[in-house]
């Protein structure tokens, strides 16, 4: 049997170890962990890519200083 979870790393809690567990009780699992790259799937098909790489050309580009981009990000923060 094979089982493919994805989550964020900040999802991952004791609870899912322990249902894994559960669910294979007594098993030798094989437990691989790769970072997945949204932006490879967004690419993958020619639709998706002509969307993103359109909607990416239409906006405004917007420049911080970093000192000005702590402030605008800290008014995001509520």
């Known amino acids: 049997m094979?089982?493919?979870i994805e989550l964020n790393s900040q999802e991952l809690s004791l609870e899912i170890i322990?249902?894994?567990k559960?669910?294979?009780?007594?098993?030798?699992l094989k437990i691989v962990i790769s970072e997945t790259?949204?932006?490879e799937y967004l690419l993958s098909s020619e639709k998706n890519?002509?969307?993103l790489v359109k909607s990416v050309n239409e906006k405004e580009i917007v420049r911080f200083t970093e000192e000005s981009f702590l402030e605008y990000s800290k008014s995001?923060?509520?």
């Open 2 to 4: 094979n089982i493919s």
């Open 18 to 20: 322990t249902k894994i």
């Open 22 to 28: 559960e669910l294979f009780k007594n098993k030798t």
């Open 37 to 39: 790259d949204t932006s």
């Open 49 to 51: 890519r002509t969307h």
């Open 76 to 78: 995001l923060i509520v």
